[in-house]
């Protein structure tokens, strides 16, 4: 996990009080994530996750943080954040859900039940699958836009940068891969995909789970901070890519993969264009994440701690998915 900034106890307790969130009892980091800095808050009304952002500036937040006030509101379970309900001390007023601790940007949203499932059952993958086309479809009237950050721009600015780091048969791959999502990008069928706000990181470890009963109870998807218009079907391709693989070899699991697709169709059926994108879109979203592991672990933030992701994992991924593909069976 990352903690880029350290806050106590008596700095956080204010804000909460602000928050009408009532008094605050402990604060611990949250363990996972390397991009901002994450606590859970303990206070006598409830539990919360404070969040610190490191990157993301006070005019980019916004989008995300009524993103998510927007499909908590159209009932989707995601953590809505909290608003101001009197004067902070820092510049908040009330109705602000984008506030300021310590000179940072930050958000306190509350804390999901339940856990992550991290190694996932067809019946989690088709609740995810369900939950993220209805996401999808309570997106489409958002009143606000902004490109995915990580998107191809974005691809096309960091491959130079980690380059350096790469043996020749990594270079080799990253360069042909790059060049074929370029080509993708320029084709018919791209421009016509449907396209709309998107998670772009909804893997296990964003999404929590109640276990209690038979059936497995989805109880919110989590970590907005990489959303931003884009295709649907990217988003459906980096969600396939972790909770649809096995992790020690990326190859692909057939059941889990169909149980998400099902779910998902059966909600919001797949245009023809998406169906015949699928792959390509799987291959974007191993590339996507290929790049910016390696930019994390060659080009690491200091941090309280941090533990950057192993970018070799997305490699396999990736090689995977250009010498496996796979489309719909459904």
Not at 61 to 80: D, S
Not at 141 to 147: I, L, N
């Amino acid at each position: 996990m990352a903690v880029y900034t350290e806050v106590s106890l008596d700095e956080a307790a204010p804000l909460l009080q602000s928050l009408g969130l009532g008094q605050l009892q402990s604060i611990t980091a949250c363990a996972g994530g390397i991009e901002n800095t994450n606590y859970f808050v303990d206070t006598d009304q409830g539990r919360y996750v404070l969040t610190l952002f490191e990157r993301l500036s006070f005019a980019q937040l916004p989008f995300y943080l009524h993103l998510m006030k927007h499909l908590a509101q159209h009932g989707i379970p995601v953590p809505e954040p909290h608003a101001i309900t009197a004067a902070d001390g820092a510049g908040g007023k009330p109705g602000d859900i984008l506030l300021r601790l310590k000179g940072k940007p930050a958000a306190v949203v509350n804390r999901l039940r339940g856990r992550s499932e991290l190694a996932p059952t067809p019946a989690h993958c088709a609740a995810v699958g369900e939950t993220l086309a209805r996401m999808h479809l309570a997106g489409r009237d958002f009143d606000r836009s902004q490109p995915n950050l990580r998107g191809l721009a974005w691809w096309n600015e960091t491959v130079p940068v980690v380059l350096p780091h790469l043996d020749e048969a990594q270079s080799r791959l990253i360069r042909s891969e790059l060049a074929y999502q370029n080509h993708v990008a320029a084709s018919s069928n791209w421009h016509a995909l449907p396209r709309g706000p998107i998670h772009a990181d909804l893997f296990r470890d964003n999404v929590m789970f109640d276990s209690e009963g038979d059936a497995p109870q989805l109880t919110g998807f989590f970590d907005f901070y990489f959303a931003g218009c884009d295709t649907f079907l990217f988003d459906i391709g980096v969600s396939l890519n972790d909770w649809c693989i096995h992790l020690d070899s990326g190859a692909h699991d057939a059941a889990r993969a169909d149980a998400f697709l099902a779910a998902y169709q059966a909600v919001r059926r797949l245009s023809p264009q998406e169906r015949v994108l699928l792959p390509a879109m799987q291959r974007a979203g191993a590339l996507r994440f290929w790049i910016s592991r390696l930019w994390d672990f060659h080009l690491p933030r200091e941090a309280a701690l941090l533990q950057a992701h192993d970018p070799g994992h997305f490699e396999r991924v990736l090689r995977e998915r250009v010498a496996h593909p796979r489309g719909l069976t459904c």
